[in-house]
């Protein structure tokens, strides 16, 4: 199976990719508006040290895990040990690792479709089809469904392509042009007035905030989101890595970039809300806090598009293409995650997977959409507060536990001879045994109090 497994091509493919599933809407609006909403720069400096003291370690659990068996995670996890029982424990944590891959990408597909409508009705309306426009801005069913099918397909079309000419080649296609939309809108706004103000809530931290234990919560739950933890997808994509590859190293490039988006992006969102507050749009709720959440993308800041006269159109057109980028390259790398197990363990073509996958996926965004009251926020839930750290516990535990040491450095050793001299082998093995774990499930248990 080895040779007909995809690979990526290059290390700046995969770097590309993985940073595509890294950097979606958990960093472009998730990250800046929990930054804003938890104490601005005490957020940023929490959100930094988890990310590489917590985040990183889990993710080279699961980038290891992946290389190492070259499966899908089910595959992945079942194959670590010969022992029945602790096959067994693989194979369900492989399964409720898919589960809730399936379940994010539900939720995920719909939040992409609004940004698509968003990005369409400047569009529309620059065109001249007032219509279409405000058709597009009626938020129906109707409306949710189309778009959320539009942005689905897309990612069904990417994935049936395969790593190398879908993921690998559209990752590096996008995620550069994605940059480039940030940086410019970035330049725009911080030369309006207010932003200033909007700079220095974001950056300069509120030192009696920094051992908040709701702030920790929040940037630890931020982290594991945003660098696409605890499901498999990292665990797959690391599964098409080359032998030659560093993984250690790889792991570094991959939070760095992701967390560089987060940080990049709050210097666009956070003085955006500023510039808002200084024309006149209510950006605090009543109890004097900043608007956070959709009623921030899909209020506060096409607001301030309004303000901006005849730019404002083509600012909201960018800032929307922008979130659909990065929406869909996070969206391919959950679908890779099923599409990987039909094709691997069932052995149904990928196009053919891909459809099926994928349609079955948006057959429940359907269903969330036509319920949404009672879906939508459970669903994210159940997901990302309990499915991402449990799963995220249960992954270091096979690379710590279930792997035996021999196994793991001799995987590491691959793309990096000296590995065994290391600070990273000397700390991580031990991290992910014990301090990944114990941390994860106390932050978790926190939570729920
Ligand atoms: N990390 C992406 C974001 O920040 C979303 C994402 C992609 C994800 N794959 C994931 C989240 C797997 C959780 C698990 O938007």
Same mark, same amino acid.
């Given at each position: 199976?080895?040779?007909?497994?995809? *690979?990526?091509?290059?290390?700046?493919?995969?770097?590309?990719?993985?940073?595509?599933?890294?950097?979606?809407?958990? $960093?472009?609006?998730?990250?800046?508006?929990?930054?804003?909403?938890?104490?601005?720069?005490?957020?940023?400096?929490?959100?930094?040290?988890?990310?590489?003291? @917590?985040?990183?370690?889990?993710?080279?659990?699961?980038? +290891?895990?992946?290389?190492?068996?070259?499966?899908?995670?089910?595959?992945?996890?079942?194959?670590?040990?010969?022992?029945?029982?602790?096959?067994?424990?693989?194979?369900?944590?492989?399964?409720?690792?898919?589960?809730?891959?399936?379940?994010?990408?539900?939720?995920?597909?719909?939040?992409?479709?609004?940004?698509?409508?968003?990005?369409?009705?400047?569009?529309?309306?620059?065109?001249?089809?007032?219509?279409?426009?405000?058709?597009?801005?009626?938020?129906?069913?109707?409306? $949710?469904?189309?778009?959320?099918?539009?942005?689905?397909?897309?990612?069904?079309?990417?994935?049936a392509r395969g790593v190398e000419k879908g993921i690998e080649a559209w990752s590096t296609r996008l995620?550069?042009?994605?940059?480039?939309?940030?940086?410019?809108?970035?330049?725009?706004?911080?030369?309006?007035?207010?932003?200033?103000?909007?700079?220095?809530?974001?950056?300069?931290?509120?030192?009696?905030?920094?051992?908040?234990? *709701?702030?920790?919560?929040?940037?630890?739950?931020?982290?594991?989101?945003? @660098?696409?933890?605890?499901?498999?997808?990292?665990?797959?994509?690391?599964?098409?890595?080359?032998?030659?590859?560093?993984?250690?190293?790889?792991?570094?490039?991959?939070?760095?970039?992701?967390?560089?988006?987060?940080?990049?992006?709050?210097?666009?969102?956070?003085?955006?809300?500023?510039?808002?507050?200084?024309?006149?749009?209510?950006?605090?709720?009543? +109890?004097?806090?900043?608007?956070?959440?959709?009623?921030?993308?899909?209020?506060?800041?096409?607001?301030?598009?309004?303000?901006?006269?005849?730019?404002?159109?083509?600012?909201?057109?960018?800032?929307?293409?922008?979130?659909?980028?990065?929406?869909?390259?996070?969206?391919?790398?959950? @679908?890779?995650?099923?599409?990987?197990?039909?094709?691997?363990?069932?052995?149904?073509?990928?196009?053919?997977?891909?459809?099926?996958?994928?349609?079955?996926?948006?057959?429940?965004?359907?269903?969330?959409?036509?319920?949404?009251?009672?879906?939508? $926020?459970?669903?994210?839930?159940?997901?990302?507060?309990?499915?991402?750290?449990?799963?995220?516990?249960?992954?270091?535990?096979?690379?710590?536990?279930?792997? *035996?040491? $021999?196994?793991?450095?001799?995987?590491?050793?691959?793309?990096?001879?000296?590995?065994?001299?290391?600070?990273?082998?000397?700390?991580?093995?031990?991290?992910?045994?014990?301090?990944?774990?114990?941390?994860?499930?106390?932050?978790?248990?926190?939570?729920?109090?």
């Amino acid at each position: 199976m080895a040779q007909t497994r995809g *690979q990526f091509s290059s290390k700046i493919g995969f770097l590309l990719a993985a940073a595509g599933s890294a950097v979606g809407l958990g $960093n472009i609006w998730g990250f800046p508006t929990q930054a804003a909403s938890n104490g601005g720069g005490a957020f940023l400096l929490v959100y930094l040290v988890l990310a590489f003291v @917590l985040a990183y370690p889990a993710l080279m659990a699961e980038l +290891t895990i992946g290389r190492y068996a070259r499966a899908n995670v089910i595959t992945a996890l079942e194959s670590l040990s010969e022992k029945p029982g602790l096959r067994r424990a693989g194979w369900l944590s492989g399964s409720a690792a898919v589960a809730v891959a399936i379940f994010i990408l539900s939720f995920y597909a719909i939040v992409a479709g609004w940004m698509l409508s968003e990005f369409l009705s400047p569009l529309a309306a620059q065109l001249g089809a007032g219509a279409t426009e405000s058709w597009l801005d009626s938020a129906g069913f109707a409306r $949710n469904a189309l778009v959320c099918a539009i942005m689905s397909g897309l990612t069904i079309a990417i994935i049936a392509r395969g790593v190398e000419k879908g993921i690998e080649a559209w990752s590096t296609r996008l995620m550069p042009l994605l940059f480039a939309i940030l940086l410019g809108l970035i330049i725009y706004v911080l030369t309006q007035a207010g932003a200033g103000r909007g700079l220095a809530a974001y950056l300069i931290p509120t030192p009696s905030q920094l051992l908040d234990p *709701q702030l920790i919560l929040s940037a630890l739950g931020q982290a594991f989101f945003s @660098l696409s933890l605890g499901v498999g997808t990292m665990l797959i994509y690391g599964s098409y890595l080359r032998d030659t590859d560093n993984l250690p190293r790889m792991g570094v490039s991959v939070t760095l970039l992701d967390t560089g988006f987060a940080f990049t992006a709050g210097l666009l969102i956070l003085p955006a809300i500023y510039v808002a507050d200084a024309r006149g749009i209510a950006v605090f709720n009543d +109890t004097g806090g900043l608007i956070a959440g959709p009623d921030l993308i899909f209020q506060v800041l096409p607001a301030l598009f309004d303000t901006m006269g005849s730019a404002g159109a083509w600012v909201a057109i960018a800032f929307f293409a922008l979130m659909s980028i990065a929406a869909l390259t996070s969206a391919i790398s959950l @679908l890779e995650v099923p599409v990987s197990v039909c094709v691997e363990r069932w052995k149904i073509s990928r196009p053919r997977a891909a459809c099926l996958s994928g349609g079955a996926i948006f057959a429940i965004s359907l269903l969330i959409i036509w319920q949404f009251e009672a879906l939508f $926020n459970t669903v994210i839930t159940v997901t990302t507060v309990y499915g991402q750290p449990l799963l995220g516990v249960a992954l270091c535990v096979f690379a710590g536990w279930v792997m *035996q040491r $021999n196994q793991l450095l001799n995987e590491l050793s691959k793309g990096h001879p000296e590995i065994e001299k290391t600070v990273f082998w000397k700390i991580w093995p031990f991290y992910v045994r014990f301090i990944c774990p114990a941390l994860i499930l106390l932050t978790f248990v926190q939570s729920l109090r």
